[in-house]
């Protein structure tokens, strides 16, 4: 797939992740990311895993929950791994385009000629429309390149059905570890 570009929506960047910025993505991100992945794991039926540190929402249900008493050392290795694993693996920062203030994090893991995507929004950012605005872009840009993009919904997340409703995928019959629906978008024709 190549290097991400710096994708643009009509309110967000979304700048890609590099071992130099890492460490400061996390110091910024993890106070509100670590209080999204408690409420993500507080009320689900079963096992939560992956989150916003452990693979973005989204791309990887085997990831290991984050450390509660080191949020931002638990971000920050996540990061770090997904910024060295080669082009495989695109992370983006979601950016406000008015402010510049960080709102979550967007990620596409490309195997072959298919690629999954996941974004996790700070909670004080969610319900504004900033996770749809960056699934669409990323997604565009991943088929424009040729790719068929998929994400991971947990089973009975009623959010992450809708945002996958509203950027165009659909469910499979596929599971993944036991909890984790794949949805595709289908290919434009």
Excluded: C
Excluded at 18 to 43: D, F, K, Q
Excluded at 45 to 58: C, D, F, K, Q
Excluded at 118 to 145: D, Q
């Amino acid at each position: 797939m190549g290097e991400g570009p710096t994708l643009t929506t009509p309110r967000l960047l979304a700048l890609p992740l590099t071992i130099w910025n890492a460490g400061y993505v996390a110091e910024e991100l993890a106070p509100a990311l670590a209080y999204t992945a408690v409420m993500a794991r507080s009320g689900g039926r079963g096992p939560t895993t992956g989150g916003p540190y452990g693979g973005i929402v989204g791309t990887d249900p085997h990831a290991p929950a984050p450390d509660p008493l080191d949020p931002a050392g638990s971000l920050r290795r996540e990061l770090r791994r997904r910024a060295g694993a080669g082009r495989s693996v695109l992370t983006w920062v979601l950016r406000r385009r008015s402010e510049a203030a960080a709102v979550g994090l967007l990620a596409a893991d490309t195997h072959g000629r298919r690629a999954v995507v996941g974004v996790s929004i700070v909670f004080g950012s969610r319900r504004e429309g900033y996770a749809t605005e960056a699934v669409r872009a990323a997604a565009g840009w991943l088929e424009y390149r040729g790719a068929l993009v998929e994400t991971r919904i947990q089973r009975g997340d009623a959010v992450g059905k809708r945002l996958g409703q509203a950027t165009s995928f659909v469910p499979t019959p596929v599971l993944v570890a036991e909890w984790w629906r794949i949805w595709l978008r289908p290919p434009a024709e």
